[in-house]
């Protein structure tokens, strides 16, 4: 007959992988729970529980689950795989990360433009340099996001296919990777997503917007139901400093005429008091209140015209009124605007 014996070790190391109830003997290599009693029974490895066994009843420890690591000589850990994994995997992947980049994006990784077959950190610092002012009007381009097929790792300077790891280094060249745009880049904060209706990359979260297919752009989730659509609102250029809007990586704001402009021109229009479309001179904003100052304003003023009249057009509602002439501002008759134009 075999007997069985229980050691009580008093070598106990601190709380292994975590778990406040689980201890190693530093002596003996046994593994236990902690209680009055640290005992183990060898042989099948049964935990005998006093305390313990009360809070977690018949607990059962599959050891290769929860070993990451093994004791050596000297008391140094060796790093195993876990499921299958090499734990050296992360830190190959995540070496370099948000060290390397352009002003536009934090990437591992540069671009060979099939254009001009030259090297950028993306395709903005393309375009920056190749469709410049100081650059001949015949050879001016832009980089077409969906043609770019090589990239350069910026660890090893491997040039390879597009693909998200590198095939030499293995390091990861782009914790977020778009296998259609070809974009790259490890600044995640950004909240990227592909939008399978603008066929491009954009940011702020896919919870956060919709896409309006009449307007062929996303929106603020905010506007689902209150924009006024325009068709292809985005697929033009700003009005005030003709960016193209449907891939401009500046704020872009909608206007309640339902047009779009960067919110940076808007600001800029405010400032020097122009509140009125650039397109289609409807009001950019509420101006009831300006209208009743100017209802004040207007009252105090002496008219030496009283038996003149004149047709108007209001720019906000689009209805015609006949007023009486004014040199300062003519009022639309029926929604109270002095958004006008004489006709």
């Not at 891939?247 to 808007?266: A, Q, R, Y």
């Not at 207007?298 to 108007?312: F, G, P, Q």
Request: charged share 25%.
């Amino acid at each position: 007959m075999f007997g069985i014996a229980f050691i009580y070790c008093d070598a106990w190391s601190s709380a292994v992988y975590g778990i406040p109830e689980l201890y190693l003997c530093c002596v003996c290599n046994v593994i236990a729970f902690s209680g009055k009693k640290k005992t183990v029974k060898m042989g099948a490895l049964d935990l005998h529980l006093e305390s313990a066994s009360a809070q977690h009843g018949q607990a059962k420890l599959n050891v290769e689950e929860y070993t990451k690591g093994s004791l050596e000589s000297g008391g140094n850990y060796k790093k195993k795989k876990i499921n299958g994994s090499d734990p050296d995997d992360f830190e190959k992947t995540e070496k370099g990360i948000m060290q390397y980049g352009c002003p536009h994006y934090r990437r591992r990784c540069r671009i060979r433009a099939p254009c001009c077959n030259e090297i950028f950190d993306c395709r903005h610092c393309h375009n920056e340099v190749k469709n410049s002012i100081k650059v001949d009007t015949m050879r001016r381009h832009e980089l077409p996001r969906q043609e770019v097929q090589q990239v350069i790792c910026s660890l090893c300077g491997t040039e390879q296919e597009v693909r998200q790891v590198c095939i030499n280094c293995g390091v990861c060249m782009g914790k977020y990777f778009c296998g259609l745009c070809k974009l790259f880049d490890d600044d995640v904060s950004k909240q990227q997503y592909h939008c399978n209706g603008c066929g491009i990359c954009r940011i702020g979260g896919r919870e956060n917007f919709f896409h309006c297919s009449k307007c062929g752009c996303c929106y603020s989730i905010v506007l689902k139901n209150s924009h006024a659509c325009v068709e292809g609102a985005m697929h033009h250029d700003c009005p005030i400093c003709f960016e193209y809007l449907f891939e401009s990586t500046n704020d872009v704001s909608v206007l309640p005429c339902g047009h779009t402009i960067h919110v940076k021109c808007l600001k800029e229009m405010e400032e020097h008091c122009q509140f009125a479309c650039p397109l289609c001179s409807k009001s950019v904003c509420d101006m009831s209140k300006a209208w009743e100052r100017l209802d004040m304003e207007l009252a105090t003023l002496s008219d030496s015209c009283d038996d003149k009249m004149v047709r108007i057009l209001c720019n906000d509602c689009g209805a015609i009124s006949e007023v009486q002439f004014h040199l300062i501002a003519h009022k639309c008759q029926n929604c109270k605007s002095y958004n006008t134009r004489q006709i």
